[in-house]
């Protein structure tokens, strides 16, 4: 890695009018030298325009698709554009600029390709979260343990940092539509990527609608399983892109 | 087979055929999507032709009655047309999420580009 990594910071954004303005101009302040990318994700207030005043580059989606599909979306202008770094964060608030730092250690000392802020790694809790939220993240956390001999304590984090290879990984339309989560960790793991989670501090969300409300940590649960399975099926893929991000 | 049931069964068969060609014709109906129903339209003409191949096919497959047979063939056509049009829409899916992205990129390089010639974005 060079000795002064060009980064993004990465905000997938749907409908944050009020919020990502102040969570822009916080990044900024923590890091002058980063960019700013706001991937909208077809908001209908004016979180393009709050973005953009405060700073940030904003990549328009026309159409919703999706938390997954707004992450790519940044992966993919990451990559043509050259950053060695991303650090990708919510823009409703819970994801504190201040722990950017946190992220952005490992990455530059080249000890892992993926680094995941963890609500509850090292004794970082005080992160209050429901039981099935909970329930799930330990469920999860369980089976990629398995699959993987690697332990997560958080592996539903969107708070998390990745490095040139993981940029050129993600980008290359392996990533899913919709929470990527634990199936996304294990493909990276297969890959050959080095993932590793340090403790964050977090808030609950300060407004806006979660992705997790309603009905969606049931269908959400069906999905992991199946796409671990999946993931769990393609070893070969895995195994050539493994080859392939080791000559990086 | 019962005359009555023979002219129903090949009018029903032709109708079919001639439809899905004229859908095809007007280009209403993709060519990639027609093959599907054109095989339904001759699978029902060659049933009624060679009725004895039902039957056949009746005592292999264990059915009481042809017309088990004949439900059984019909739903595994529903099934695969399903199938069918779920893989189209996944490649839609790739396809839309693909466009939406490129077109994000784009419209930043234009505003990019705008900013430096100095135009107002």
């Known amino acids: 890695m060079k000795a002064e990594p060009r980064i993004l910071v990465m905000m997938p954004a ?7 303005g102040s969570v822009v101009r916080e990044v900024f302040s923590i890091l002058p030298s980063a960019d700013v990318v706001v991937v909208n994700d077809g908001s209908s207030d004016a ?24 992450l790519e979306t940044g992966y993919l202008y990451a990559d043509q554009q050259g950053y060695d770094v991303v650090l990708q964060m919510d823009s409703d608030g819970q994801h504190l600029p201040g722990e950017l730092h946190s992220l952005l250690k490992p ?18 809790s005080g992160f209050k979260t429901s039981f099935i939220r909970r329930f799930g993240q330990r469920f999860f956390g ?18 998390q940092g990745l490095s040139r290879r993981a ?27 080095r993932i590793r989670e340090v403790p964050v501090r977090m808030v609950a969300r300060s407004g806006g609608i979660s992705m997790h409300a309603g009905w969606a940590p049931l269908y959400y649960g069906m999905k992991m399983l199946l796409a671990l399975f999946m993931v769990g099926l393609n070893r070969s893929q895995w195994r050539q892109w493994k080859h392939h991000l080791e000559s990086l | ?49 060679h009725y004895d191949w039902l039957t056949r096919l009746s005592e292999w497959i ?39 992205q490129r077109l994000a990129l784009l419209e930043e390089s234009c505003r990019c580009t705008k900013c430096d010639r100095g135009e107002s974005t």
């Not at chain 2, 068969?13 to 999507?33: E, F, K, N, P």
């Not at chain 2, 004949?70 to 739903?75: A, D, E, R, S």
Request: charged share 15%; aromatic share 10%.
């Open chain 1, 142 to 159: 369980g089976l990629l343990w398995m699959m993987t001999g690697q332990r997560f304590s958080d592996p539903t984090s969107g708070f």
């Open chain 2, 1 to 49: 087979m019962l005359y009555q049931q023979f002219i129903v069964s090949v009018a029903v068969g032709v109708l079919l055929l001639v439809l899905i060609i004229r859908l095809v014709q007007r280009g209403s109906l993709d060519i990639a999507y027609c093959w599907l129903w054109l095989g339904v339209g001759a699978g029902i003409l060659l049933v009624v032709l």
């Open chain 2, 62 to 100: 264990g059915a009481v009655t042809q017309t088990t047979t004949l439900f059984l063939l019909g739903f595994m056509v529903v099934l695969l047309m399903c199938l069918q049009f779920s893989l189209v829409i996944s490649a839609h899916r790739r396809q839309i999420k693909r466009l939406t």
């Open chain 1, 107 to 124: 990455l530059e000392s080249g000890e892992a390709d993926i680094v995941i802020g963890s609500r509850f790694a090292g004794g970082a």
């Open chain 1, 47 to 70: 979180t393009a325009r709050e973005a953009q005043g405060a700073g940030a580059i904003v990549l328009p989606h026309a159409v919703r698709m999706g938390y997954g599909a707004s």
């Open chain 1, 167 to 193: 940029i050129r990984f993600f980008s290359s339309g392996v990533f899913p539509c919709d929470y990527p989560d634990a199936d996304v960790l294990l493909m990276a793991h297969r890959s050959g990527l």
């Open chain 1, 14 to 20: 749907l409908n944050e009018a009020g919020r990502i």
